[in-house]
């Protein structure tokens, strides 16, 4: 018997479908766990498609979903992503995510990756992390310590910056093996230009040819608290997206933006003084030690100045400098528009006195959403700063500041007397008390940084979008350097060196970069999606550095036309660089994530301007904890990653054409070749790194351990070789050496207590780096210092390239090939940097320490000082091995037998930052502001056996080969602060 099946029935049955699959609204609100406040940002994404949507300002969203079926995945930075059903009012508290796995890190032109998912050791600081403990003076100094695979050294401690930055060893051996900077896109200009020194100093042309005016480098223009986070990709396998400027590293810097909302307002002050970091003293005189360093006619002038003795080292480098720093920003806006502002005022004095760095930097970052398909960004700086500098570093005429203090006792009166007539100091050629207030040196800057970002949204549905992206900037700025010799200081008058020098320096640079990127997202389930990049990129630099130098001043006149010999010289930098990238990013289910790419360079650069150079990349990551049969609850995270990478490093510019210089022959003008022959043929330097890591995360990750292995290939280094002087020439730029670098970091992280009294943040970092020439096509050479008397850098095939030799004596290390002694490597043995973070209710206590383990310098101050007796330690006996010889005798006996005395173990032990704070109760002002106050400081304890008065330093500023060479630097400062930190 059959059945009637009822109408009811047959109606369900043929809805039921349609009800399952039918598109749903979705609305919810996102806030955070510990606190409950909402959290307005946060992204609502539908899982398995690109539907997503973000929280308004009161943690509030609503997204359209496929079904009733769906997941919602919900992320904010800092905070775990969770993923929920897509329930109608669900309510979502997010956690704090210890690790910042769930962050999205910035790795491309137009890409980022959620980091638990990168195949990379890709470190990222916060804009907290960078100037949340103490004021910073410079954003490459801020970053000390930070993270791993960085080797950070001031030149000096002169005020403006001037630090050298190293990615995973040397990456070049001619040119400086600095990151690239790129600022919301921008390419960053981070160039060091002498001022013209050297016609006073000399220093450039015996011993050396380098020049040494201790420049400070640009990217010390950028305001530090402008910035929200940076991301560092250290090697080629995470930077090969950048090609041929990729061979130091990328420093990816991202600056602050405002958030729909109401307007948000910080107003800070910082007070504080700095002083010098670390005190040698003077050595301690009496008759017969004044007879034996400066003869019959010091000891005279001794007993006829009553033997009185004068503090200069507390006169030069004693000046406590104020310093002032005051800020002021704001932010807001609503759905539509978004916007930041930001005043930093900074007013530094030096160590020094007449020396300091002012700097005023504006920012106006703004967001707007023109259509629903067109997002538009704009970040505009501009900046003016000045530093005076003094006068520091080598010479070859006595005449720096450092140079004349270690020639000069201390019983030797240099002060001025009451009409303010400076006497000649009768011991070296230069009275530095004179030099000190009467000469200038002084940097001043003005730079504008603007950069724009168009995102169309081409199409989007629930299983892909594309996304066309342009993107550009300019970074223009104007150097102007200023010297001044007058004629009445000592080594200018009387007819001795120039009768005065006006030295002045202009350099404009007019950058541009522009890049044009689709990006295609299909995901054509829940578990798989791909990620396809293509674009187009181009950089154009221009730098004109014209230095106008006026001797033989008319009088106390100082302009250039008052002067009877004027030189003028010119250096111009004009390159042109286009390229491509295309990239294919898979993840399947946060589990496997591979990603390809390849990019194509050419530049105006290389020999033939129009060969594309191409540099390819790969790289896997595997979450085995996202499987489906991991059941550990211990082990929270366990990643396996590989990557490989190549990029490359410009020919340095002119390399390729042959060098005419000016001549003047019978009144007629015209022009000579020189001795160095253009290499048509000329490419790129390139490398190649392998990284492969390990993370694992126990406890939801409150314990973390990231483990990185690399390898990097460094191939066709440049150099400028010999040549058979039968073609013609004695020099020509070649292709002739491969440097390997290889090594380890490994970055521990833990929360040991987190509750909504106390929580404890420890970070704990370990890296280590090798290098060795693997091959030289030419003789094996010393370079990078002032010859092997003394010390230098040598280039041996097997070799490190940072490996530090010398003549040597009885009982050193020789090396059979060469016959010198080996005494020390500049490169660090291993760094670690310990960071400690607590906070107590309203407290919060910081700390950052940093120790590097190894690392050698060739240390010539203390050799000056010996020669000319006034070492603070010639008369201790700790030097000499069998405590017959007080040190002086002992390191002087030695010269021009070996050169072991020179050079020094630069290791150390600091404490970079250090800052306590106390949050106000809100109660005091009605719950409007939220104030901070707190105490802070910046190399305040110091631990070293180096015999001066900071291992950080370099004569010859950031040159890749020679960083670790010192000869009278400015001296380095500590520095306490009292911060005051008001929000509205």
């Known amino acids: 018997m059959k059945k009637r099946i009822k109408a009811p029935a047959v109606l369900l049955f043929l809805i039921l479908p349609s009800l399952l699959f039918a598109q749903t609204n979705v609305s919810g609100r996102v806030t955070d766990a510990a606190t409950n406040s909402p959290l307005q940002g946060a992204t609502v994404t539908e899982r398995g498609t690109t539907a997503s949507t973000q929280t308004d300002a009161d943690g509030k969203f609503s997204i359209t979903v496929r079904n009733a079926q769906a997941k919602l995945e919900i992320s904010f930075v800092g905070y775990l992503t969770q993923t929920v059903d897509a329930t109608n009012n669900v309510a979502v508290a997010l956690a704090l995510d210890n690790t910042r796995l769930s962050e999205v890190v910035v790795t491309g032109l137009a890409s980022s990756v959620k980091r638990s998912n990168l195949a990379n050791a890709v470190a990222s600081v916060t804009g907290k992390e960078l100037v949340g403990t103490t004021v910073q003076s410079t954003v490459d100094g801020a970053l000390y310590g930070k993270f791993t695979g960085a080797n950070i050294s001031a030149n000096s401690g002169a005020p403006g910056g001037g630090i050298s930055m190293k990615l995973r060893g040397i990456t070049s051996l001619v040119a400086n093996s600095q990151p690239l900077f790129i600022v919301d896109g921008v390419y960053y200009d981070n160039s060091s230009i002498n001022a013209g020194l050297n016609v006073v100093s000399k220093a450039a042309g015996q011993g050396s040819i380098l020049f040494q005016d201790d420049p400070s480098n640009r990217v010390a223009d950028l305001d530090p608290q402008d910035i929200d986070r940076i991301e560092i990709l250290k090697g080629a396998s995470a930077a090969a997206i950048y090609g041929s400027r990729a061979a130091g590293g990328v420093v990816i810097i991202t600056t602050k933006r405002g958030k729909a909302g109401k307007p948000k307002i910080e107003i800070a002050q910082s007070v504080g003084v700095q002083m010098q970091l670390h005190k040698l003293g003077q050595r301690t005189w009496d008759d017969t030690k004044v007879q034996a360093a400066f003869g019959a006619n010091g000891l005279s002038y001794y007993i006829a100045n009553n033997r009185k003795i004068y503090d200069y080292e507390k006169e030069l480098y004693g000046n406590h400098g104020m310093m002032l720093n005051t800020r002021v920003s704001v932010s807001g806006g609503n759905d539509k528009t978004t916007y930041y502002a930001g005043y930093t005022r900074k007013d530094d004095e030096g160590i020094v006195e007449r020396t300091g760095y002012r700097k005023s930097s504006f920012r106006l970052n703004l967001?707007?959403?023109?259509?629903?398909?067109?997002?538009?960004?704009?970040?505009?700086?501009?900046?003016?700063?000045?530093?005076?500098?003094?006068?520091?570093?080598?010479?070859?005429?006595?005449?720096?500041?450092?140079?004349?203090?270690?020639?000069?006792?201390?019983?030797?009166?240099?002060?001025?007397?009451?009409?303010?007539?400076?006497?000649?100091?009768?011991?070296?050629?230069?009275?530095?008390?004179?030099?000190?207030?009467?000469?200038?040196?002084?940097?001043?800057?003005?730079?504008?940084?603007?950069?724009?970002?168009?995102?169309?949204?081409?199409?989007?549905?629930?299983?892909?979008?594309?996304?066309?992206?342009?993107?550009?900037?300019?970074?223009?700025?104007?150097?102007?350097?200023?010297?001044?010799?007058?004629?009445?200081?000592?080594?200018?008058?009387?007819?001795?060196?120039?009768?005065?020098?006006?030295?002045?320096?202009?350099?404009?640079?007019?950058?541009?970069?522009?890049?044009?990127?689709?990006?295609?997202?299909?995901?054509?389930?829940?578990?798989?999606?791909?990620?396809?990049?293509?674009?187009?990129?181009?950089?154009?630099?221009?730098?004109?550095?014209?230095?106008?130098?006026?001797?033989?001043?008319?009088?106390?006149?100082?302009?250039?036309?008052?002067?009877?010999?004027?030189?003028?010289?010119?250096?111009?930098?004009?390159?042109?660089?286009?390229?491509?990238?295309?990239?294919?990013?898979?993840?399947?289910?946060?589990?496997?994530?591979?990603?390809?790419?390849?990019?194509?360079?050419?530049?105006?650069?290389?020999?033939?301007?129009?060969?594309?150079?191409?540099?390819?990349?790969?790289?896997?990551?595997?979450?085995?904890?996202?499987?489906?049969?991991?059941?550990?609850?211990?082990?929270?995270?366990?990643?396996?990653?590989?990557?490989?990478?190549?990029?490359?490093?410009?020919?340095?510019?002119?390399?390729?054409?042959?060098?005419?210089?000016?001549?003047?022959?019978?009144?007629?003008?015209?022009?000579?070749?020189?001795?160095?022959?253009?290499?048509?043929?000329?490419?790129?330097?390139?490398?190649?790194?392998?990284?492969?890591?390990?993370?694992?995360?126990?406890?939801?990750?409150?314990?973390?351990?990231?483990?990185?292995?690399?390898?990097?290939?460094?191939?066709?280094?440049?150099?400028?070789?010999?040549?058979?002087?039968?073609?013609?020439?004695?020099?020509?730029?070649?292709?002739?050496?491969?440097?390997?670098?290889?090594?380890?970091e490994i970055a521990l992280n833990a929360v040991p207590v987190s509750n909504k009294t106390w929580r404890w943040n420890s970070g704990i970092n370990f890296w280590k780096n090798k290098a060795e020439v693997t091959r030289l096509d030419v003789p094996a050479f010393n370079t990078g210092g002032f010859g092997q008397n003394l010390g230098t850098y040598r280039i041996q095939q097997g070799k490190s390239p940072t490996q530090l030799v010398g003549i040597a004596g009885p009982g050193d290390k020789v090396d059979p090939e060469s016959g010198l002694g080996v005494f020390g490597d500049a490169e660090p043995d291993f760094q670690v940097s310990f960071t400690e973070g607590v906070t107590y209710k309203n407290w919060e206590f910081n700390v950052l320490m940093h120790w590097k383990q190894g690392g050698d310098n060739i240390n010539l101050s203390t050799l000056l000082s010996d020669i000319f007796g006034t070492s603070p330690d010639y008369d201790d006996k700790t030097a000499d091995p069998s405590g017959v010889l007080a040190n002086g005798p002992y390191r002087l006996n030695a010269l021009g037998t070996t050169a072991k005395p020179m050079i020094q173990d630069a290791g150390y032990f600091r404490f970079r930052e250090i800052g306590l704070s106390y949050h106000l109760p809100k109660t005091w002002f009605k719950n409007m502001a939220d104030v901070k106050v707190g105490f802070s400081g910046r190399n305040l304890i110091n631990f070293f056996k180096y015999n001066s008065y900071d291992p950080e330093v370099s004569n010859f500023g950031t040159n890749a080969i020679s960083s670790n060479v010192e000869v009278t630097p400015f001296p380095s400062a500590k520095s306490f602060n009292f911060d005051l930190v008001i929000l509205f």
């Open 367 to 744: 967001t707007q959403k023109i259509t629903n398909f067109l997002d538009l960004s704009v970040n505009s700086n501009y900046v003016e700063s000045e530093a005076n500098r003094g006068y520091f570093n080598n010479d070859n005429t006595s005449t720096t500041l450092g140079v004349s203090f270690v020639s000069t006792p201390s019983w030797a009166n240099l002060y001025p007397d009451a009409n303010g007539n400076y006497p000649n100091n009768p011991f070296a050629p230069s009275n530095f008390i004179q030099t000190r207030d009467l000469m200038t040196n002084k940097e001043k800057v003005s730079r504008m940084l603007v950069g724009g970002n168009l995102t169309w949204k081409v199409f989007s549905n629930t299983k892909q979008d594309l996304k066309i992206i342009a993107r550009g900037g300019i970074d223009n700025y104007t150097l102007n350097t200023e010297a001044i010799f007058p004629q009445e200081l000592q080594f200018e008058k009387d007819g001795n060196g120039t009768n005065g020098a006006s030295i002045y320096g202009t350099t404009l640079t007019r950058n541009s970069n522009y890049n044009f990127n689709a990006v295609h997202e299909f995901i054509p389930n829940d578990k798989m999606s791909f990620r396809t990049q293509v674009g187009v990129t181009g950089e154009n630099v221009n730098l004109n550095t014209v230095i106008n130098t006026a001797t033989q001043l008319i009088g106390t006149q100082t302009n250039l036309n008052q002067a009877g010999a004027i030189q003028v010289t010119q250096n111009k930098i004009l390159q042109k660089d286009r390229g491509f990238f295309v990239q294919e990013e898979f993840n399947y289910d946060d589990i496997a994530i591979v990603t390809a790419g390849l990019r194509g360079d050419k530049s105006s650069r290389n020999g033939d301007a129009n060969k594309l150079y191409y540099y390819p990349k790969f790289s896997v990551a595997f979450n085995i904890h996202q499987l489906s049969a991991w059941q550990s609850e211990t082990i929270s995270q366990l990643k396996l990653r590989a990557a490989y990478g190549q990029s490359g490093n410009f020919a340095p510019f002119g390399a390729i054409y042959t060098p005419l210089v000016p001549v003047v022959f019978n009144g007629t003008t015209g022009s000579l070749i020189t001795l160095t022959q253009g290499n048509e043929l000329l490419g790129p330097e390139k490398q190649s790194e392998l990284e492969t890591g390990v993370d694992i995360g126990f406890l939801r990750n409150r314990f973390t351990i990231e483990a990185t292995y690399y390898s990097k290939k460094v191939e066709d280094l440049l150099l400028n070789v010999q040549i058979p002087t039968a073609t013609g020439y004695t020099f020509a730029w070649r292709n002739v050496a491969n440097i390997n670098n290889h090594g380890f």
